[in-house]
């Protein structure tokens, strides 16, 4: 059993026993994860199974305690199937990014707040709220904001894409886009194929589903091509999951030869490609977009203004052909309506008056500057990434083979610093790999996390 599985079952059959009562609060994550000897990751990963199979609930601000189950009844749901649990473990790390109390997250996928300053204005116009049509309250159209549509459509033509705007979905962001996508278009026991080390929140929302996944090996030009060619003869997959631009974890990107090989062997194979790309905006990116060759026949490709904008502005978009757009448009009427309006009119407003653009321009020159401090730092201690240089946020920093990689993070933890560790990023997550941490380089500036690492690497730690 694994130690989530052992803490797991102790606390479960602590409560089913009475020892730990209805309405009794559990220790906090912090200090439970100190008294087992694990991570903060790993206590989180528990409070989230347990919350799933009702027999504790979070109360925000507060804490975790043991639910009623007799007044609960029939509310009380069974033990959950191993889909949400698997899904359940995959996402605990985006648990535990979202709270906890670091003073330094350079494990963290988001860049700090400083870099998003000054591109949302304090206060929207009243350009943005007539844009609405005197209606802020509507739902307005399930395909979303006409005018965010129209921008998206003009800047993808302006880099010789032919779409047009039945060939495009707004969605909650790219998360909500993959969702749509993966209900919409997949069933469960079919096999996808993924990038390796890759997304988790994308395994979790595949396993959710119940489909068979199996990971490609990522280079630092992108996707094995050889491993793609043997995996789509021995699975017959139909889907692939990958990204162009800036990969998250390793900030590799396609080249053309590979972009090439990829659309041949979907051709060849018969299955179709979701290119998951919310750094498309950024400029100064050497990647090929596989949309860009392909002009989205058998692509489907994820865009998405959260990454570089503001993770609270939940807006993203989905490029297919009209067809497949109409089937996923379904879904997302029935699920959720439709997508924020007011949210869309706004990032609209944003590029019609080039603030977004101005913006991202900035994003690029700082991180250029940041990933070179970077570079030079780890490589004065001896250390490399998967991806060479790589561009974007992400760097998948290798450790040393010897490493214990969750040894690792739970010293980093110890000392304030929330690591990433690889592990979570692999397929299987549960077989040995190399050790290594995502590095998210906007967040890597901080002299504690150099210092850190050079007492590690010497066991002074």
Request: contains cysteine; positive net charge.
């Amino acid at each position: 059993m694994t130690k989530t599985d052992t803490i797991l079952d102790l606390i479960a059959g602590q409560i089913r026993e009475g020892t730990l009562p209805p309405g009794r609060k559990l220790i906090p994550v912090r200090r439970a994860a100190e008294h087992f000897g694990v991570s903060k990751n790993t206590v989180v990963g528990v409070y989230d199974r347990l919350c799933a199979q009702g027999l504790i609930e979070a109360r925000p601000g507060s804490g975790f305690y043991v639910s009623d189950q007799r007044s609960m009844g029939a509310m009380t749901p069974a033990p959950p199937p191993p889909s949400i649990t698997q899904a359940v473990d995959r996402i605990s790390l985006l648990g535990a990014q979202l709270g906890g109390d670091f003073s330094l997250r350079v494990g963290d996928g988001r860049p700090p707040t400083s870099w998003s300053q000054g591109v949302i204005p304090a206060r929207l116009g009243p350009k943005v709220l007539a844009e609405l049509g005197g209606d802020q309250t509507g739902y307005g159209n399930v395909h979303g904001s006409a005018a965010l549509r129209d921008q998206i459509v003009l800047s993808h033509r302006l880099k010789g894409i032919q779409i047009h705007a039945g060939n495009v979905l707004t969605t909650f962001g790219a998360n909500h886009a993959l969702d749509l996508v993966i209900r919409r278009l997949l069933a469960e026991g079919q096999t996808v194929l993924v990038d390796d080390p890759g997304y988790y929140p994308l395994f979790a929302k595949l396993s959710l589903q119940g489909l068979k996944v199996v990971g490609v090996p990522r280079t630092a030009t992108g996707p094995d091509l050889a491993a793609l060619a043997q995996l789509a003869v021995s699975h017959s997959p139909r889907m692939f999951f990958t990204q162009s631009l800036c990969q998250n974890p390793t900030g590799t990107s396609i080249d053309l030869p590979t972009a090439h090989g990829i659309l041949q062997l979907a051709k060849q194979y018969g299955f179709a490609i979701v290119d998951n790309d919310p750094f498309i905006d950024l400029p100064g990116t050497n990647g090929t977009r596989l949309g860009q060759l392909d002009q989205f026949r058998s692509v489907i490709q994820i865009g998405s203004y959260s990454k570089l904008m503001s993770a609270s502005i939940r807006v993203g978009y989905i490029i297919a052909p009209t067809e497949v757009c109409e089937r996923i448009a379904e879904l997302k009427l029935v699920t959720i309506v439709n997508s924020s309006g007011l949210a869309e009119t706004l990032v609209a407003d944003l590029l019609a008056n080039r603030r977004y653009q101005r913006h991202v321009r900035k994003i690029e020159t700082r991180l250029a500057l940041a990933r070179a401090d970077y570079l030079a730092r780890i490589r004065k201690l001896g250390l490399q990434t998967l991806g060479g240089d790589g561009e974007g946020y992400y760097s998948y920093l290798l450790l040393p083979p010897a490493t214990d990689e969750a040894g690792f993070v739970r010293s980093g933890a110890a000392h304030g610093i929330f690591f990433a560790p690889g592990s979570v990023f692999r397929v299987n997550d549960k077989e040995p790999g190399p050790p290594a941490l995502r590095i998210n380089i906007t967040r890597s500036e901080d002299p504690r996390f150099y210092g850190f690492l050079q007492k590690a690497l010497k066991g002074q730690v």
